[in-house]
């Protein structure tokens, strides 16, 4: 019996070795023996996807694992994924359960593996991702407890893996059970799961090699002296990231299937001065059987970030990691110094800081290694104080700071390539900690003191949801508040109270003088801006550096205490294509915010009422598709979804290399807590021509109303109009109702498009714009595209302009570049995108 299973799994295996032969692996990688990728709740066997095959839960694979179940009346199912987003292996399928149940790998044991749990949190058939909430065990250990993956994402992510280093000890099997919260059956709570893989690693990769009395990992604090990690530990991998620019994808790691995020927007403070990476001409040499070469990619250590040499003021570059308190962690550094100017040990030292306590006073990267282009690695363990009844969601922060004068070194200069962070299990066998906090505040570091720089607020986020939920629809009967999330700001509030600036760090705070100094005292000659908030004046800071000031009204409703709120929230919203803040000021009389200052105005002005001239159709999709992300931003950034409420022409902004940003976002609230259909019940705001239809006849606020004013300025960018035009008669004085009649009627293109485009933009990309547009614009909420379906369809639109561009190219190459073209939207297609959702809305 056993052998013939061992068979089968050879079969399994020389099936991936066929297919490593296909996609060779990059030369210094690791051959894992088990490299198992499951599809869950899919009944096709066999999906290609970086560069191994993922099976169906179907019977077929018996061999390679079991799934078991206990006799209920509610067995598990495979779904399919209700969602039209472009979703891929694993996350096209799911097997969802009202009931526990089991993966059970018999194969698999006496080893170190990489568990990877992957979860897409969407509607299955009536199930709703708020109901999700289970438990996941691996024999006697805990990984998840009250897990609700949709809590989980962040920023643009749709999806999260969960990943596990775990010992199978020799007469253990590996048995992943999934346990539904059983809390109340008026609301039955169910799980899931997407994608299982479970991939070998080298029996040292993170685990102490016991033989080796030189290794152990460095204590942050004291309550260790040389921690060593046991194999009785189960590590959960909360970060790993390639310090620098470029995220690394599974397929790309050194054959373990890791993946390596990027640094910035999520965990770098603030996007600093330098992020470094080498020339790439020369090979990294590992010094054997101290580093293996499979530790980390290459191109982790190529690329890195610094400060800059000549800096004369003294800084942190911090990166800030949110983690549960009372457990302990494991820190690793990645190190590879590549600067041609640093040669010599003493050549560039500087100091390290991990949770506030300084782990390295000289840290000198050719000092550890020997040479430039040698990768080492510096291991740490730090405890999160508190106490395992009462978990939170605080900071665990990496600064790396310059070496203090008079410290001797030839370059005052920092640098770091790669950083992982493991949670270390606890006494009781469990990982599970908390779902991330909806919203984290940051109190001032100052007040605090060593440990965690973060105080979040008492209410667990479950409990938040719950409570949204519950005021929501008690608003509803009743409609006597005016927002609910005032009510759950007030009770953050109460929470903050005191804290009256937040950390400069965050956002700079200017006084009233320097603003004065900055607009020559509010001068007219300076206003740049009259929003509903009040005047935006142009402004200098520091002597030079351009801001737009935006004065709010006084008068203006806002409290003293929401306008921090406001600053708070906008603070931490960073994105390319969103308008940054860069301070406020808030005195007695005065609530000001400063955002960085946008050369080339408004896109209204580049459409329609300025003598500029126009822009090319491509520009015009790059910019649309800039701010389309921009606000996709603001729709999925997780920790509270923003509703913008006051999407236009002349809020989106461009800057001086014609990059698209949205900016005032400043009306935005909190919006609603649950992806669901719950919305915002509130006074009706924003700008005439743009509303969503629902929200002014039912002042019911959701993302979606976003998607519609969105749809209004993609047809003012095509048409060159305005959205409302009073003194045209009835039938063409809305550029909405003018477009939907002409294009049902089929006018010629020619009479709809601004002229300067007319012979620009080709059939094909007009029709498809169109759609796009028309969809978004569509009555009823439900029916439009989300914010992230809407970036798909203009980068297809761009995608058709840029091959007809190339199709226009020279003669001789014509027919390759077209041919190139059509594959290329013949593969999008292929994949289900947006070419074919489109016509679902319609
Ligand atoms: C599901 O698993 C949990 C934890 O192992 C157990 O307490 C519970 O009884 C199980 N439920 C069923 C229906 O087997
Ligand atoms: C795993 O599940 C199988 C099947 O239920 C069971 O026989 C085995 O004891 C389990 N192993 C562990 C370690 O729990
Ligand atoms: C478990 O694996 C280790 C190393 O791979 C080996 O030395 C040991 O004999 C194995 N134990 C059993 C019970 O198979
Ligand atoms: C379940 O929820 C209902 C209301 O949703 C509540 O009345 C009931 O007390 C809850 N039951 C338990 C066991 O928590
Ligand atoms: C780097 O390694 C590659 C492959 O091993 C080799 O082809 C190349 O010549 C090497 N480059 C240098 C500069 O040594
Ligand atoms: C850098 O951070 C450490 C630890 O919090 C602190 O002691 C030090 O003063 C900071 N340095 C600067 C320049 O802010």
């Known amino acids: 019996m056993a052998n013939s299973i061992n068979k089968n799994i050879y079969t399994k295996i020389s099936i991936l070795s066929l297919f490593l032969l296909l996609f060779p692996l990059v030369a210094n990688s690791y051959n894992p023996d088990y490299n198992l990728a499951i599809n869950c709740g899919s009944l096709t066997d066999n999906t290609a996807l970086d560069k191994r095959i993922w099976v169906g839960d179907n019977i077929n694979n018996k061999n390679l694992f079991t799934f078991i179940e206990p006799k209920t009346t509610n067995p598990s199912f495979n779904v399919q994924a209700n969602s039209l987003s472009n979703i891929q292996v694993p996350y096209t399928h799911a097997r969802v359960s009202l009931s526990n149940f089991t993966y059970s790998f018999s194969s698999i044991t006496n080893s170190t593996v990489f568990l990877r749990l992957h979860f897409y949190p969407t509607s299955y058939q009536n199930f709703e991702p708020s109901s999700a909430i289970f438990s996941v065990k691996v024999n006697d250990l805990t990984l998840l407890k009250n897990f609700n993956p949709l809590l989980w994402l962040y920023f643009d992510d749709e999806k999260i893996t969960k990943e596990y280093c775990i010992q199978i000890k020799p007469n253990e099997k590996l048995n992943i059970t999934f346990i539904p919260n059983s809390i109340n059956q008026s609301n039955p709570c169910y799980a899931f799961i997407n994608g299982i893989e479970v991939v070998s690693m080298p029996s040292f990769l993170y685990y102490t090699n016991l033989n080796d009395p030189n290794y152990y990992l460095k204590p942050v604090d004291s309550e260790y002296t040389e921690y060593r990690i046991h194999k009785d530990?189960?590590?959960?991998?909360?970060?790993?990231?390639?310090?620098?620019?470029?995220?690394?994808?599974?397929?790309?790691?050194?054959?373990?299937?890791?993946?390596?995020?990027?640094?910035?927007?999520?965990?770098?403070?603030?996007?600093?001065?330098?992020?470094?990476?080498?020339?790439?001409?020369?090979?990294?040499?590992?010094?054997?059987?101290?580093?293996?070469?499979?530790?980390?990619?290459?191109?982790?250590?190529?690329?890195?970030?610094?400060?800059?040499?000549?800096?004369?003021?003294?800084?942190?570059?911090?990166?800030?990691?949110?983690?549960?308190?009372a457990f302990t962690y494991m820190v690793r550094l990645h190190f590879c110094e590549f600067d041609w100017h640093i040669n010599y040990k003493g050549d560039r030292v500087f100091q390290i800081f991990i949770d506030n306590t300084l782990v390295e006073e000289k840290a000198d990267v050719i000092g550890w290694s020997g040479a430039r282009m040698v990768p080492v690695h510096k291991d740490y363990v730090v405890s999160m104080e508190g106490l395992i009844s009462q978990i939170e969601r605080v900071y665990l922060s990496i600064k790396l700071q310059r070496l203090p004068q008079p410290m001797p070194t030839v370059y005052r200069d920092v640098i770091l390539n790669g950083i992982e962070i493991f949670k270390i299990s606890d006494k009781y066998n469990n990982l599970a900690g908390l779902n991330p906090n909806k919203h984290i505040i940051l109190s001032s570091q100052k007040q605090k003191s060593k440990k965690s720089?973060?105080?979040?607020?008492?209410?667990?986020?479950?409990?938040?949801?719950?409570?949204?939920?519950?005021?929501?629809?008690?608003?509803?009967?009743?409609?006597?508040?005016?927002?609910?999330?005032?009510?759950?700001?007030?009770?953050?509030?109460?929470?903050?109270?005191?804290?009256?600036?937040?950390?400069?760090?965050?956002?700079?705070?200017?006084?009233?003088?320097?603003?004065?100094?900055?607009?020559?005292?509010?001068?007219?000659?300076?206003?740049?801006?009259?929003?509903?908030?009040?005047?935006?004046?142009?402004?200098?800071?520091?002597?030079?550096?351009?801001?737009?000031?935006?004065?709010?009204?006084?008068?203006?409703?806002?409290?003293?205490?929401?306008?921090?709120?406001?600053?708070?929230?906008?603070?931490?919203?960073?994105?390319?294509?969103?308008?940054?803040?860069?301070?406020?000021?808030?005195?007695?009389?005065?609530?000001?915010?400063?955002?960085?200052?946008?050369?080339?105005?408004?896109?209204?002005?580049?459409?329609?009422?300025?003598?500029?001239?126009?822009?090319?159709?491509?520009?015009?999709?790059?910019?649309?598709?800039?701010?389309?992300?921009?606000?996709?931003?603001?729709?999925?950034?997780?920790?509270?979804?923003?509703?913008?409420?006051?999407?236009?022409?002349?809020?989106?902004?461009?800057?001086?290399?014609?990059?698209?940003?949205?900016?005032?976002?400043?009306?935005?609230?909190?919006?609603?807590?649950?992806?669901?259909?719950?919305?915002?019940?509130?006074?009706?705001?924003?700008?005439?021509?743009?509303?969503?239809?629902e929200y002014y006849m039912f002042q019911r606020l959701t993302l979606k109303s976003d998607v519609y004013s969105f749809g209004v300025v993609l047809l003012e960018v095509l048409c060159a109009r305005p959205p409302l035009v009073r003194d045209l008669d009835k039938n063409t004085a809305s550029l909405v109702c003018w477009f939907k009649r002409c294009y049902e009627e089929g006018v010629a293109i020619e009479q709809m498009v601004d002229p300067f485009l007319r012979d620009s933009i080709t059939g094909e990309c007009f029709e498809y714009f169109c759609k796009l547009a028309l969809s978004c614009l569509h009555d009823d909420g439900i029916q439009r595209p989300s914010m992230s379906q809407v970036v798909g369809g203009l980068e297809f639109a761009l995608q058709l302009v840029v091959s007809e561009e190339d199709c226009n190219v020279g003669t001789t190459q014509k027919e390759m570049t077209c041919i190139k073209g059509l594959r290329f939207s013949q593969s999008m297609s292929d994949e289900g995108s947006d070419p074919i959702q489109l016509e679902y809305y319609n």
């Open 233 to 325: 530990k189960a590590l959960e991998m909360v970060y790993r990231v390639n310090v620098g620019q470029n995220q690394v994808p599974p397929s790309d790691d050194t054959g373990m299937f890791r993946n390596w995020g990027n640094d910035f927007p999520l965990y770098l403070e603030k996007e600093y001065p330098s992020s470094v990476s080498s020339d790439f001409t020369h090979n990294l040499t590992y010094k054997n059987n101290v580093i293996p070469n499979y530790i980390a990619p290459e191109v982790v250590y190529l690329t890195a970030r610094s400060y800059g040499m000549y800096e004369t003021k003294d800084y942190n570059v911090t990166w800030n990691f949110e983690v549960d308190s």
């Open 453 to 693: 720089t973060v105080v979040i607020v008492g209410v667990s986020s479950l409990l938040l949801t719950f409570l949204a939920v519950g005021i929501i629809v008690l608003v509803r009967r009743t409609k006597r508040f005016e927002s609910p999330i005032k009510m759950i700001e007030s009770l953050w509030k109460t929470k903050n109270e005191g804290s009256s600036t937040l950390p400069s760090y965050l956002c700079r705070y200017f006084t009233i003088a320097e603003i004065r100094a900055a607009t020559k005292n509010f001068d007219d000659e300076n206003i740049i801006g009259v929003g509903g908030f009040g005047n935006v004046y142009k402004g200098f800071i520091d002597g030079s550096t351009p801001v737009a000031i935006k004065r709010l009204r006084s008068g203006s409703q806002q409290g003293a205490n929401e306008f921090m709120n406001e600053i708070e929230l906008l603070s931490q919203l960073r994105h390319i294509h969103l308008v940054s803040l860069v301070g406020y000021c808030n005195d007695k009389t005065e609530m000001i915010l400063v955002y960085e200052f946008m050369q080339h105005g408004t896109l209204c002005e580049y459409l329609y009422g300025s003598n500029n001239q126009p822009l090319p159709w491509k520009q015009r999709l790059e910019i649309l598709l800039g701010a389309a992300r921009g606000l996709n931003y603001l729709h999925t950034e997780v920790k509270n979804k923003i509703i913008h409420r006051d999407v236009k022409s002349t809020n989106i902004l461009l800057d001086e290399k014609w990059i698209a940003k949205v900016s005032d976002f400043g009306l935005s609230k909190v919006g609603p807590t649950g992806i669901s259909t719950t919305h915002v019940s509130t006074i009706v705001k924003g700008s005439l021509g743009y509303l969503d239809p």
